[in-house]
T-cell receptor, first 115, second 120 residues
Framework: AQSVTQPDIHITVSEGASLELRCNYS??????LFWYVQSPGQGLQLLLK??????LVQGIKGFEAEFKRSQSSFNLRKPSVHWSDAAEYFC?????????????FGQGTILTVHP | GAVVSQHPSRVICKSGTSVKIECRSL??????MFWYRQFPKQSLMLMAT?????????EQGVEKDKFLINHASLTLSTLTVTSAHPEDSSFYIC????????????????FGPGTRLTVL
């Protein structure tokens, strides 16, 4: 079965600083990979996704992620963080096949942004 | 954009009662809806997959008689927590998936805002 690990439970950065959130997955083939953001009182919002092709994926709100097969990673990055980016971020994997549509989520990373 | 709503957003009930949570896709038809459960400071765990007009498929360890799921239409799925107990207190989140066109797989799930259930 597939699994997702987000090593960092909580990250604090200053506004304007760069950001990288780590995500590692375990799956035998190439999975479909997603990053979601969850703000209090709001549903999960899709930031970006990777299915195939270019391994550097651009998303909304200035986020990007890079799929690295050799490292089984899909880290999320943003060059300059804004205070409004403070939220919880989830990496997720979908295995396909009989698991089509079923997302396995990582534990989440809480992002705090200092002014 | 696609919007998914959940009702109620928050519910408090007594132990032994049943609670129904609705999940609606407001501006699109969702052939498949998913129900997740999120404990405090933990990740989302998939409970079941709900396809319109058919029985839900439950994940291992999820009691289907405890968590009744009905997907009566392309825009509505309901989760009923029967005979709720304090250990059922959690944050329940639904998502809806749109079928792609021409056989192309859908690639986005749209999530509802969640329902906070507290069982006293």
């Amino acid at each position: 079965a597939q699994s997702v690990t987000q090593p960092d439970i909580h990250i604090t950065v200053s506004e304007g600083a760069s950001l990288e959130l780590r995500c590692n997955y375990s799956y035998g083939a190439t999975p479909y990979l997603f990053w979601y953001v969850q703000s209090p009182g709001q549903g999960l919002q899709l930031l970006l996704k990777y299915f195939s092709g270019d391994t550097l994926v651009q998303g909304i709100k200035g986020f990007e992620a890079e799929f690295k097969r050799s490292q089984s990673s899909f880290n999320l990055r943003k060059p300059s963080v804004h205070w409004s980016d403070a939220a919880e971020y989830f990496c997720a994997v979908e295995a396909g096949g009989t698991s089509y549509g079923k997302l396995t989520f990582g534990q989440g990373t809480i992002l705090t942004v200092h002014p | 954009g696609a919007v998914v709503s959940q009702h109620p957003s928050r519910v408090i009930c007594k132990s032994g009662t049943s609670v129904k949570i609705e999940c609606r896709s407001l501006d699109f038809q969702a052939t498949t809806m998913f129900w997740y459960r999120q404990f405090p400071k933990q990740s989302l765990m998939l409970m079941a997959t709900s396809n319109e007009g058919s029985k839900a498929t439950y994940e291992q360890g999820v009691e289907k008689d405890k968590f009744l799921i009905n997907h009566a239409s392309l825009t509505l799925s309901t989760l009923t927590v029967t005979s709720a107990h304090p250990e059922d207190s959690s944050f329940y989140i639904c998502s809806a998936r749109v079928l792609g066109r021409g056989g192309v797989r859908a690639d986005t799930q749209y999530f509802g805002p969640g329902t906070r259930l507290t069982v006293l």
